[in-house]
């Protein structure tokens, strides 16, 4: 990389692990139980919250950071 900068961190196996476990579970949600794709993601959102705000507590995050992590994931969709 130019200018200094770091190169990106790369993942780690338990969190390839993980990527690959949630995109394989949405897929079969979607292909074989047949639920709706919305759903899928609204699910993924919600579980996505949840881990947040658990990271967060068991963390001792800063309320700020809290707060920014909520209110990204409850904006709006675009």
Do not use: F, H, K
């Amino acid at each position: 990389m130019e200018n200094g900068s770091q190169s990106p961190r790369r993942l780690g196996g338990a969190e390839a692990i993980v990527i690959i476990v949630v995109i394989a579970v949405s897929a079969a949600l979607v292909a074989v139980a047949g639920m709706p794709l919305l759903v899928v993601l609204q699910l993924l959102a919600g579980a996505g919250l949840t881990a947040a705000v658990v990271v967060g507590l068991l963390t001792g995050a800063t309320s700020r950071w809290m707060r920014a992590v909520l209110r990204a994931l409850l904006a709006p969709a675009a």
